[in-house]
């Protein structure tokens, strides 16, 4: 495949990305912006609202000292990656990592603590205690997945 028809492919899939994920906030706020808010919620990509639910945001300010209630963002962004393990997702939020280890009751060994994987029963979890607190990305390494994709797609 040529340079250009690299490029224009590694576009389209850019602009595929820009679609599915037009679900996800323009600006995250604090979990204290939040919880100080009448009526929680952000402004999404798409130009709709996500709301919180009150009682959620309320129980994850249990799960953190009150001095980091201002330091997590919120909806914390889980991001589904094609080359990673059939249904395993990712976090590289520090914060959001020690949140969710905290509500899973998991051990995060401290070299490990920049990312955590999670798995189909751990976002089960999540979904079923917070629902309006998690969000997911869907994200893909356009170099490295380019040739899988076009390969199941039958183009190569």
């Keep these: 495949m040529n340079p250009q028809e690299d490029a224009i492919i590694k576009g389209l899939l850019a602009n595929e990305l820009r679609i599915v994920n037009k679900h996800l906030p323009r600006e995250r706020l ?3 912006e939040l919880i100080n808010m009448e009526t929680p919620h952000v402004i999404l990509r ?3 609202i996500h709301f919180f639910r009150k009682t959620e945001l ?3 300010c249990s799960y953190l000292e009150e001095n980091e209630w201002n330091k997590l963002l919120l909806p914390i962004i889980i991001t589904i990656r094609p ?3 059939s249904g395993a997702a990712i976090v590289e939020d520090v914060l959001a990592i020690k949140v969710i280890s905290r509500i899973l009751g998991i051990d995060i060994p401290s070299k490990n603590i920049g990312r955590l994987t999670l798995y189909k ?3 089960a979890i999540l979904r079923a205690k917070f629902d309006t607190v998690f969000q997911y990305a869907i994200s893909i390494d356009l170099d490295r997945d380019r040739e899988l994709l076009l390969d199941q797609q039958g183009l190569i």
């Design 46 to 48: 798409d130009g709709t």
């Design 30 to 32: 604090s979990l204290y």
């Design 58 to 60: 309320r129980m994850l």
């Design 121 to 123: 029963p751990h976002l």
């Design 83 to 85: 080359d990673i393990d």
